[in-house]
């Protein structure tokens, strides 16, 4: 084995709980995630992928061809994934979750066959369930989003390279799917490079080998995706101009990183709260480790990771949620390889990190509850300080001869419960700097007025009839008519709303063209997303000229006619 910087526990410590209990704990996590696919649903930006795909089919354009604002293979995959379903949307919907699923758990057991190889059975089961329920009970903000899609590939690429036997097939083998996960979205190298880190405290040969192996890779990859899809380079070229925020219009500023940083962290970790135990976890897996050269390339190792994670989030500058899907992720391999190993160093489980995480996982679905003065993002980070106390006393205790002694049981589902956090009801669904935006059951109550709109245009439009979409998204997937244009949302025309540059791209010129050539018959328009008043001038002009829309509130979707 070379350059092996993870070790084995000392031998004589049992491995792995009894059969009943992992049986038990595996009930409980189905349980769980079968909840999570049938009432969870799909985020809006699924949602505005899948009205484009679905579009694009409908008039002959593939996934190649069709803009969704996100890059050609991410296109395929979901679109992939949409053909394996079939009924009315919540039955669609409840599918594809349960893919991704499916997804996640063969991810995760891949990961624990790998590990099995270097670690013991208890380290290798508890890492690779953790990892599993990460990647499925993940947000809604993060499920099947580009990031996410990385994070779980990712996975799989570590997997395949520590399983193989050789190093040099083995680093062959997993380039396709981490170069895969580099072709996401671009800025998810960012989530190959954590992985390829992770991937060096393990192995440095094979790290080195997988990481020339994915520039290979992902260079022949990007090239298939240029040859296949006609517009793509144009498409490369143009995405990165719409988005308001990137870190190449707003330029780099210190202070305003470090502030919006802290309150994205804090956002994030009451939607993961997996991840505001991370620097716990990882102390207890360094007091693990009697080497201090060890313990110091682990730490460095870790505090790389989790900055280009974080990293990726701020170069987009948009913070979004999803943007670091691949964190809590990592928290959760790391919380459940520093429970396993302290169980099979010290003969018990860390009952102070094991307190915290039960508390986080009542408590952080009741956040939604607290007075507005305590949802605040230093409240989260004194979590975080509470939970280092907790593992503190881990260690300080660690090396009396007694000390209570927790049921297998408990410890399995305390992980399957921290992880759960995400899909209850009162639980967090949007964050702004501390103060919950809104949570799942108001989402599923939003979404539902959306349906119910969408409806009420429907029954407005003709059966098949094509339609030009002025509304975003989600309205254009609940409607479901197809757009004859390949920009079926008009992503690129409604940004000269704020970036009045965007209309000397090639692409806002062309999906302008779709209002000159052979409009369709009708248009939706949703003024509150597409306000005719603050778009282009001269493209505000062509859509008054092709269209009459009738008088309504910004709020209310109306159906335009083609004059």
């Known amino acids: 084995m070379t350059n092996l910087l993870i070790s084995r526990a000392p031998a004589g410590r049992p491995e792995g709980g009894p059969r009943g209990v992992r049986l038990g704990v595996g009930l409980v996590a189905g349980a ?245 135990l991370l620097p716990a976890a990882l102390l207890l897996l360094l007091a693990c480790q009697g080497d201090r050269r060890r313990r110091t390339e682990w730490a460095l190792v870790a505090l790389v990771t989790f900055a280009v994670g974080l990293g990726a989030v701020v170069v987009q500058g948009n913070w979004f949620a999803y943007h670091a899907a691949a964190l809590p992720v990592g928290a959760a391999a790391v919380w459940g390889l520093a429970v396993a190993r302290w169980y099979g160093t010290h003969g018990r489980a860390p009952l102070g990190l094991l307190a915290v995480s039960a508390a986080a996982a009542v408590l952080a679905p009741l956040y939604s509850e607290a007075p507005g003065a305590l949802q605040r993002s230093a409240v989260v980070w004194l979590g975080g300080v509470a939970a280092m106390g907790a593992a503190l006393l881990d260690v300080r205790g660690a090396r009396a001869a007694s000390g209570l002694r927790l049921p297998p049981v408990l410890v399995g589902l305390a992980g399957v419960f921290l992880l759960a956090v995400t899909v209850w009801p009162a639980a967090p669904h949007l964050m702004d700097r501390g103060k919950v935006g809104s949570t799942n059951s108001a989402y599923l109550a939003a979404s539902d007025k959306k349906a119910d709109a969408a409806a009420e245009v429907r029954r407005q439009l003709p059966d098949g009839a094509l339609v030009q979409y002025l509304a975003f998204g989600d309205e254009a997937y609940f409607i479901g008519h197809a757009s004859s244009c390949r920009y079926p949302i008009p992503t690129f025309l409604q940004r000269t709303r704020y970036l009045p540059d965007v209309s000397g791209l090639d692409s806002y010129a062309e999906n302008a063209r779709c209002l000159d050539v052979d409009p369709p018959e009708y248009a939706v328009l949703d003024r509150g997303w597409f306000p005719p008043a603050k778009v282009d001038r001269s493209l505000a002009r062509r859509v008054e000229e092709r269209y009459a829309c009738p008088v309504a509130p910004p709020t209310r979707l109306v159906v335009c006619r083609l004059r």
């Open 32 to 276: 769980v995630l079968g909840y999570s696919v049938v009432t969870a649903r799909l985020h809006g930006d699924i949602r505005y992928v899948l009205a484009c795909l679905r579009s694009g089919e409908a008039v002959g354009f593939s996934p190649s061809e069709t803009f969704t604002h996100r890059p050609y293979f991410y296109r395929w995959f979901l679109y992939g994934a949409d053909q394996l379903t079939a009924g009315p949307t919540a039955v669609r919907e409840a599918m594809l979750r349960g893919i991704g699923v499916l997804l996640c758990l063969a991810a995760g057991f891949a990961l624990r066959q790998a590990l099995l190889r270097r670690l013991p059975r208890r380290e290798a089961d508890l890492t690779g369930a953790v990892v599993a329920l990460a990647l499925a009970l993940a947000p809604r903000t993060d499920f099947l989003q580009p990031e996410w899609a990385a994070a779980l590939l990712s996975v799989l690429a570590v997997a395949v390279v520590l399983a193989v036997e050789r190093p040099l097939p083995a680093a062959a083998l997993a380039a396709l799917p981490l170069g895969l996960a580099v072709m996401m979205k671009y800025s998810t190298a960012a989530t190959a490079l954590m992985a390829l880190l992770v991937l060096f405290a393990v192995d440095r040969v094979r790290a080195l080998l997988l990481t020339a192996a994915t520039g290979v890779s992902g260079a022949l990859l990007l090239g298939f995706s240029l040859w296949s899809g006609s517009h793509e380079w144009q498409w490369i070229r143009d995405m990165p101009q719409i988005n308001q925020g990137a870190l190449s219009r707003q330029g780099l500023r210190p202070g305003d990183v470090f502030a919006k940083s802290a309150d994205f962290l804090a956002d994030r970790a009451v939607l993961s709260p997996v991840l505001l």
